[in-house]
Nanobody, 120 residues
Framework: QVQLVESGGGLVQAGGSLRLSCAASGRTFSRYFMGWFRQAPGKERVLIASISWGGGTTYYADSVKGRFTISRDNAKNTVYLQMNSLKPEDTAVYYC?????????????WGQGTQVTVSL
C-alpha cells in the first residue's frame, strides 16, 4: 500500500510556472506506475501525464504536451509535474495517482489533491 501527498499548488499568472510534487510513503515506490490527473469545476477528472516505474516511458495529454513535464525520483519516493506556460484553462485540482499496473486506467491510490489557479 502507498500513501500520496501532493504539494506545490497555488495561484499563478498566465504564462507562469509551477512545480507540483507528490511524496509517497513506503519502500516500494519504484514498483508503482505514477501519474497526474486534474479535475476542473464541473468536469470529469482526467489523466494528463504518467510515468513508468523506472521513468523511461511517459505519456502526456494533448492539452499539456510541450508545456508540462512529469518526472520521478525513486530514491526520494517522489514524482513531479513541472508546469510551464500555464493558461487559465489549466485551473483545476491536481491529483497524484499510483497503481502497480501499467496505464492508470483505474488507479488504486490517490492523493488528496492540490489546487492550481491560473489568472489572466
Amino acid at each position: 500500500q502507498v500513501q500520496l501527498v501532493e504539494s506545490g499548488g497555488g495561484l499563478v499568472q498566465a504564462g507562469g510556472s509551477l512545480r507540483l510534487s507528490c511524496a509517497a510513503s513506503g519502500r516500494t515506490f519504484s514498483r508503482y506506475f505514477m501519474g497526474w490527473f486534474r479535475q476542473a469545476p464541473g468536469k470529469e477528472r482526467v489523466l494528463i501525464a504518467s510515468i513508468s516505474w523506472g521513468g523511461g516511458t511517459t505519456y502526456y495529454a494533448d492539452s499539456v504536451k510541450g508545456r508540462f513535464t512529469i518526472s520521478r525520483d525513486n530514491a526520494k519516493n517522489t514524482v513531479y509535474l513541472q508546469m510551464n506556460s500555464l493558461k487559465p484553462e489549466d485551473t483545476a485540482v491536481y491529483y497524484c495517482a499510483a497503481d502497480l499496473n501499467y496505464g492508470l486506467a483505474k488507479p488504486n491510490y490517490w492523493g488528496q489533491g492540490t489546487q492550481v489557479t491560473v489568472s489572466l
